[in-house]
């Protein structure tokens, strides 16, 4: 048995899929099985383009409830459940934030006010998002909301092609989809799977292994999009409910069983804070969280080992 690997660009993400097989045409059979798979959800779940359904549903906002496939109905109403125990630090009705309020190219200088961005956030509210379970159907009561699945969709995308290859009888790989992997079996040496934790100043300088056989790991942080204003650093990520962005954390790492679990509570975390962010994380069985940060400073959940 052989690991065998490739790299793509996927719902606008660098995603790797590795599989352990038998022989490389197996091997190039499962992967091209779990590049389908994802992408039919990008197909789904998209917002660059007006024929996907989460368009459609946006496209109606205001004005008549939408019917969507099963599982995207699903998705949403687990959305909104992450969104009630985050408090709403998670949201996927971000998707009306006006862009022209923040732009993460640098070339920013200050910050804008409280005022404008409460305005920017106004029709965020998942409260909004009104689900019909007879019909199947989705409604955004309010015109010019707009959701979208940045925030759990490629980690949806990951479990989902997992479970493909699972059922194909592929024992042991890792669906990474730009550091939101899951990861089941073992290596061929025999070993569990295990990912370096990094220093996020310098992701090259590894400071901690964790085994993640069986588990899916997200990683939410500052390292790559930031803005500096006034000598502070400020995250591309936004709380949902001030429209300004986080600052004071450089990294949270979540494992969980789940990828799009894991996915999903990466940001509202480093939303939330450290303190708040913590004591959620050690309420949730299973879940687990590294917080890194602005001066370095290492914060774990309960019962993590870090090696």
């Known amino acids: 048995m052989k690991d065998y690997s490739k790299t793509l660009k996927l719902m606008g993400n660098n995603f790797t899929i590795t599989v352990v097989a038998e022989n490389e045409p197996k091997g190039v059979e499962y992967i091209d099985a779990a590049v389908n798979e994802i992408k039919r959800i990008e197909k789904l779940l998209t917002t660059f383009s007006d024929d996907s359904q989460t368009s459609l549903i946006n496209e109606n ?39 022209s309020l923040w732009n993460f190219d640098k070339s920013m200088t200050v910050l804008p006010t409280k005022k404008q961005a409460l305005k920017s956030v106004h029709l965020i509210n998942y409260n909004n998002i009104v689900l019909n379970p007879e019909n199947c159907t989705v409604y955004l009561k309010e015109k010019g909301m707009r959701i979208g699945f940045g925030g759990i969709g490629k980690g949806y995308a990951a479990e989902m092609a997992k479970k493909l290859l699972v059922a194909q009888n592929v024992t042991s790989g890792i669906i990474n989809a730009s550091g939101d992997l899951t990861a089941w079996g073992m290596q061929p040496s025999g070993k569990p799977w295990r990912i370096g934790i990094s220093d996020p100043e310098h992701p090259e300088n590894i400071f901690s292994y ?15 999009k930031y803005v500096m204003i006034n000598g502070k650093k400020y995250s591309h990520t936004i709380d949902p409910q001030t429209g300004l962005p986080i600052s004071g954390i450089k990294s949270v790492t979540v494992i969980s ?13 480093a939303v939330m804070g450290i303190k708040a962010g913590l004591y959620l994380v050690n309420q949730i069985p299973n879940l687990h969280c590294i917080i890194i940060d602005d001066n370095n400073k290492l914060f774990t959940s309960k019962q993590i080992h870090l090696n």
């Open 61 to 99: 906002a205001g004005i008549k409830p939408v019917v969507v496939d099963q599982e995207v109905y699903s998705l949403i109403e687990r959305s909104i459940n992450i969104s009630k125990i985050t408090q709403g630090a998670f949201d996927i009705s971000y998707g009306g934030i006006d862009k």
């Open 210 to 224: 964790v085994d993640i056989s069986g588990k899916a790991v997200a990683t939410s942080g500052n390292y790559e």
């Open 257 to 269: 069983e789940n990828a799009e679990f894991a996915d999903a509570m990466a940001t509202p975390i």
